[in-house]
């Protein structure tokens, strides 16, 4: 069987390069059909590889941290008698899959916009050895006993460090190399509490008295997420193209809170994580099919604006990878207890850098809550493509006038942003008055939605 070479698939939404995080193979590994081979980051999710072929690791094109753009090659497969030989030639980079095997990804072959980009600097965990060119025994795993946060004496070669993402953040934020670290987890992975033993370890060491009040912190250089990046450039694209403006209403949550409660001991509801959050995702999809043009986009290319016939709410999360918006499609057919499951899904995802490309994309309104860090209002700026984004501030008691009288309610402050090209502000008035309103009182939700 002639060598087969997988490239770096398509993973959606235009995705020109993924970054190898680690790899899960190794030259001389017989691997089969779909078994998962490497993890790669691109700009919007932690994803997993799986293998279209089945075959010994004959060679591994790209180190842990290296940039891949997609159409480059990631593994060569031979067959059973095959010897993996990590220098020879790769082989028929255009081989396909054997007839009757089905991919599990799409996009595999396809061209890159530039083959020749230049590789991003390898990141703290990865080896300065090419993986392909070490031997696979050096990647054995260590007895139980041995694994401890020893550093590696100078001069050992390893292969890629396994390790999570958020580990390889700890490590980096404090300037350990994850080359030098022994790994406690299985095969060898580089755990928390490894890293943070080396982290404690100095501190414990050193006797010395404790800096003066003010001394001066040394600067750190903190690598720029493929995450981070791709945030940035859409907010400076939003915040410089579309004309934002942003309105803010005060309400009193206390009715609303109460119902919360009430729903969270329903026996039909006592399995499902509510919060206010969830009561006003609900509230907002519904109130979207009155106000419309809260669910739209402008499209300069075509000279129109695009209506949504669909609610695709983006929640913002907040995940060590920085802000992802994963987002449930067809919100405004959703129950209120289908909304809640899937809300929660797609934020322990997010959280856990879990996340399919698939699932960050495609949204049409989105909804994030500052409250949660303790913050009373803040100016959303829209996603790309989105005409509106509602911002919860913090639920909080307040001096509040209630029937005539003073009295400690709930409140919060709502802020909703708007592409002004789009929305006139009278729109926008009663769009943020509507869902005010129905959060004040969940009684008037029939009058409104």
């Given at each position: 069987m002639a060598p087969n070479t997988f490239k770096l698939p398509d993973l959606g939404e235009g995705l020109t390069e993924s970054?190898?995080?680690?790899?899960?193979?190794?030259?001389g590994e017989h691997v089969t059909l779909n078994q998962i081979i490497a993890e790669v980051e691109t700009a919007k999710a932690v994803v997993e590889l799986p293998s279209?072929?089945?075959?010994?690791?004959?060679?591994?094109?790209?180190?842990a941290g290296e940039v891949v753009p997609v159409g480059g090659p990631l593994v060569t497969f031979g067959d059973e008698a095959a010897a993996p030989d990590a220098d020879a030639p790769s082989g028929d980079d255009?081989?396909?899959?054997?007839?009757?095997?089905?991919?599990?990804?799409?996009?595999?072959?396809a061209p890159a916009a530039s083959a020749n980009r230049p590789a991003r600097r390898a990141r703290a965990g990865a080896a300065s050895a090419s993986p392909a060119a070490v031997?696979?025994?050096?990647?054995?795993?260590?007895p139980a006993s041995e694994q401890s946060a020893e550093a590696v004496p100078a001069g050992a070669r390893r292969t890629a460090t396994r390790s999570t993402p958020p580990v390889r953040k700890l490590a980096r934020d404090h300037g350990i190399e994850l080359s030098a670290v022994r790994g406690s987890g299985a095969d060898g992975a580089v755990l928390r509490a490894d890293v943070e033993a080396l982290i404690e370890a100095p501190a414990k060491a050193a006797e010395p008295a404790s800096p003066a009040v003010g001394a001066a912190a040394a600067d750190r250089h903190v690598k720029i997420s493929a995450v981070r990046r791709a945030t940035a450039k859409a907010m400076v694209e939003s915040a410089f193209t579309a004309p934002h403006a942003t309105e803010f209403l005060t309400v009193d949550l206390t009715e609303s809170m109460k119902l919360v409660e009430k729903l969270r001991k329903h026996?039909?509801?006592r399995d499902v994580k509510l919060n206010i959050t969830t009561l006003t995702s609900l509230i907002v999809t519904r109130l979207l099919g009155t106000y419309r043009a809260?669910?739209?986009?402008?499209?300069?290319a075509n000279d129109e604006i695009i209506e949504f016939g669909s609610v695709h709410l983006g929640m913002a999360v907040a995940s060590e990878r920085g802000l992802l918006v994963p987002v449930v499609k067809d919100a405004q057919i959703r129950s209120l207890r289908d909304l809640a499951e899937e809300l929660t899904q797609l934020i322990d995802l997010g959280r856990a850098?879990?996340?399919?490309?698939?699932?960050?994309?495609?949204?049409?309104?989105?909804?994030?809550?500052?409250?949660?860090?303790?913050?009373?209002a803040g100016t959303p700026i829209l996603p790309p493509g989105q005409s509106g984004i509602l911002a919860l501030g913090q639920v909080k008691r307040r001096p509040w006038e209630f029937e005539d009288q003073v009295a400690l309610r709930h409140t919060s402050t709502l802020a909703l942003s708007f592409?002004?090209?789009?929305?006139?502000?009278?729109e926008a008035s009663e769009f943020l008055a509507g869902v005010g309103a129905v959060l004040e009182d969940p009684g008037m939700m029939n009058i409104f939605i």
């Open positions: 970054e190898v995080l680690n790899w899960k193979i190794q030259v279209p072929y089945a075959g010994i690791v004959q060679k591994l094109h790209a180190s255009g081989a396909s899959a054997e007839p009757g095997r089905t991919p599990t990804l799409v996009g595999y072959g031997p696979a025994a050096q990647n054995s795993a260590s026996p039909l509801l809260l669910n739209s986009r402008w499209d300069a850098g879990k996340l399919a490309p698939a699932q960050l994309s495609g949204g049409t309104f989105s909804i994030t809550n500052v409250g949660v860090f303790g913050v009373d592409d002004h090209r789009v929305v006139d502000g009278k």
